[in-house]
């Protein structure tokens, strides 16, 4: 009787070790293989932040019930291991009011989609392309290739701005030209780099407005629309346009002048601008005046 007790028991030990083996090293590879494959699925059908959402609610879930049931098998008893985990989570929750609102705000940027995986965003000074969005946070690179992790919780209680969103952008130019120039002729040239430039879209037409009376010059705003993948190609050539065609029509882009002076009660000194020759005359001229000085103190003396 004995032999056959101690049997009996090897064989439910061996029939325990067979059924975790399986949940351990086969129903696991199987959830993780059925999350990728949802994921493709819904990425074909939604986007790609929610067939990311979907991979991860399949892998955790499935991965969570795989060790409930390896342990229910194992003869471990979850009531008592359940309720301790509620009080612990409990005193977590307390303790943990940033992870709490970071977790709440992620739910609610899901829900909202200011933007998806692959816009470009911007945050505060940082502006980049969105790798995930999850529930504590979205994982952003930076166009210099550096990473930054931004908390849900920042994202909702602020301002960000979503760069790709639309598939058609505006790049705004601020420009100064010198006062003597025709205002008409301006906005002529203007409209002509635009034109030439194959970034740059006709429809909506650029934007060409006289701001105002500046410092220095006459200040104009042009404003270049173009497709969103297009906007970096259209920045770079059609400032370098603009300044080549100014050149070439005699269009004076001016900086900043200031006057100076010696008192508030004075008048404005003088400033004379010579060339070489004139400069090398005039300090010929001072050192023959420095040393008639002399000689005249000299002489004196």
Same mark, same amino acid.
């Given at each position: ?6 049997? =009996? ?22 959830? =993780?293989?059925?999350? #990728?494959?949802? %994921?493709?699925?819904? +990425?074909? *059908?939604?986007t790609p932040h929610h067939a990311l959402m979907a991979r991860k609610v399949i892998i955790y879930v499935g991965f969570v019930l795989v060790f409930v049931m390896a342990l229910?098998? $194992? ?14 989570? !409990? ?9 709490? &609102?970071?977790?709440? @705000?992620?739910?609610?940027? !899901? ?5 998806? !995986? ?13 790798? @995930? ?12 290739? *550096? ?13 960000? !701005? ?33 034109? #030439? ?18 410092? @220095? ?7 270049? =629309? ?5 906007? $970096?190609?259209?920045?770079? &050539? ?13 269009? +004076? ?5 200031? @006057? $100076? ?5 004075? +008048? ?9 020759? %004139?400069?090398?005359?005039?300090? #010929? ?7 008639? #000085?002399?000689?005249? &103190?000299?002489?004196?003396?």
């Amino acid at each position: 009787m004995e032999i056959t007790s101690l049997a =009996w028991l090897s064989t439910d030990r061996l029939e325990t070790l067979i059924r975790v083996s399986i949940l351990l090293f086969v129903v696991l590879p199987l959830v =993780w293989m059925a999350g #990728k494959a949802a %994921g493709r699925f819904v +990425e074909r *059908r939604s986007t790609p932040h929610h067939a990311l959402m979907a991979r991860k609610v399949i892998i955790y879930v499935g991965f969570v019930l795989v060790f409930v049931m390896a342990l229910t098998d $194992l003869g471990f008893k979850l009531t008592p291991l359940l309720s301790a985990a509620g009080i612990v989570g !409990i005193a977590i929750g307390f303790a943990a009011q940033t992870t709490l &609102s970071n977790f709440i @705000s992620g739910i609610f940027l !899901i829900t909202e989609k200011p933007f998806a !995986i692959g816009d470009v965003i911007t945050v505060g000074d940082n502006t980049g392309m969105v790798l @995930s969005i999850d529930l504590m946070s979205v994982k952003i690179r930076l166009f210099d290739n *550096r990473f930054v992790r931004v908390p849900t919780s920042l994202l909702i209680s602020r301002e960000f !701005i979503n760069n790709t969103r639309f598939p058609v952008r505006r790049l705004d130019i601020n420009i100064s030209v010198a006062y003597k120039e025709s205002v008409e002729k301006v906005r002529k040239v203007l409209g002509e780099v635009a034109d #030439k430039n194959p970034f740059c879209l006709d429809e909506p037409a650029p934007l060409i407005i006289f701001l105002k009376y500046g410092d @220095s010059g006459l200040e104009f705003l042009l404003g270049a =629309w173009c497709a969103r993948t297009d906007f $970096l190609a259209l920045r770079n &050539s059609i400032m370098q346009e603009v300044k080549e065609r100014f050149d070439e029509e005699g269009i +004076e882009i001016p900086f900043p002048h200031r @006057s $100076l002076y010696t008192g508030a009660a004075t +008048e404005p000194f003088p400033i004379r601008l010579v060339n070489d020759v %004139g400069l090398a005359a005039a300090v #010929k001229e001072a050192k023959e005046n420095d040393s008639q #000085k002399v000689d005249g &103190s000299s002489h004196a003396i």
